[in-house]
């Protein structure tokens, strides 16, 4: 699908200007996986199929929550199987953070010690798990059986290392929220980029890609760089944006909330200093990016494999390109970051209370 400015709606949104990043909408062109309206539905079907969301939460806020596109905007060139899998498995994402915040909300320390146990389970073992009564273990056995199915087994042990480490992170953040502790900035920047599950994302690119790619070629220090800084972009711009949502739900986890808290910022100085950050990791991708694309030129030997290696890289490199404006639009696209509209700015709309059986 051709580029476009301004995401899938067809009025130019109005950013705020302390969100706004003129050179991501002038120099990040975003663009849709020509999937994607497929991919919208099939997710919408799948999340009511696995009983992830109740279907009047689905029909109300599914498609405006974004999800769908919010990937089909960064693994641009996946073939049809691989996107959908990647956006379902994004959408579960989506939901277990849900789960996770309410579990904090209501004190639930026992349904979360028992949930993280399960999904270190399902995660080795998906097959073992489709029929889980959780529907949120069966709902990730699904997903990540499906992703397992693209690339060698090298590959999924990757994938599911990084994943385990990410439940134990999470794990960290309900115990801090539970107990009321601010990570300092430097104790944040190190599990935020295990919350924001950076290397999950980044594995996913070789999905996309459809070629694992070699330890040399993953660990150059520009590749490797330039998908840090796609990632780090991303997890602070997030911060950035749900800096208002957070406050009101007494959070503990956003580098703005470390900053007010360990520096002695105040909130405005806070928002300042993200936003810093974020412009830097545009910049520095910028210039890490030109020196991946020549690791990529370099790899082009004359050989076959050569050949392959430096057309995923630059499939690779593209697609964190595309990371960035697929963030930035989602988070002035979708439902989940517009507090001020929501009855009670502490609980979100989309999110299903009753069923655990609070009001």
């Not at 270190?120 to 029929?131: K, R």
Request: charged share 25%.
């Amino acid at each position: 699908m051709s580029s476009f400015p301004h995401g899938t709606t067809s009025t130019a949104l109005a950013v705020p200007p302390a969100l706004s990043l003129p050179v991501i909408e002038a120099e990040f062109h975003r663009q849709l996986h020509s999937y994607w309206p497929r991919l919208q539905e099939k997710t919408r079907t799948w999340l009511l199929e696995k009983r992830l969301m109740p279907a009047d939460k689905v029909e109300e806020y599914a498609d405006g929550l974004c999800y769908t596109d919010l990937m089909a905007g960064y693994y641009i060139g996946a073939p049809d199987e691989v996107m959908q899998a990647i956006a379902d498995y994004s959408a579960w994402f989506f939901v277990w953070d849900d789960r996770h915040d309410r579990d904090i909300v209501h004190g639930r320390a026992v349904a979360w010690e028992e949930l993280r146990g399960r999904l270190h389970l399902a995660l080795d073992s998906p097959a073992a798990h489709l029929h889980h009564p959780d529907a949120l273990v069966a709902g990730f056995a699904d997903s990540v059986q499906r992703l397992y199915s693209f690339l060698p087994a090298t590959w999924n042990a990757r994938f599911a290392g990084h994943f385990h480490a990410v439940i134990e992170a999470y794990d960290q953040e309900f115990h801090n929220r539970i107990e009321g502790i601010v990570p300092t900035v430097d104790e944040y920047l190190v599990l935020r980029r295990l919350t924001f599950a950076h290397w999950i994302w980044t594995d996913l690119l070789e999905a996309s890609a459809e070629l694992e790619l070699p330890d040399g070629v993953r660990k150059n220090p520009a590749f490797r760089r330039a998908a840090l800084l796609s990632q780090e972009f991303a997890a602070w711009y997030n911060d950035l944006c749900s800096l208002p949502k957070e406050i009101a739900g007494d959070e503990v986890h956003n580098l703005g909330i470390s900053l007010i808290t360990h520096e002695g910022l105040t909130l405005e100085q806070a928002v300042t200093e993200v936003r810093r950050r974020v412009v830097h990791c545009i910049e520095e991708f910028l210039v890490v990016e030109r020196d991946a694309l020549g690791f990529a030129d370099d790899l082009a030997d004359g050989t076959v494999r050569g050949k392959e290696l430096s057309t995923a890289v630059r499939v690779c490199l593209g697609n964190m390109r595309n990371w960035f404006s697929s963030v930035y639009w989602f988070h002035h696209e979708s439902g989940r970051y517009r507090v001020d509209s929501w009855d009670d700015r502490a609980t979100p709309p989309y999110v299903n209370n009753e069923a655990a059986g609070e009001k």
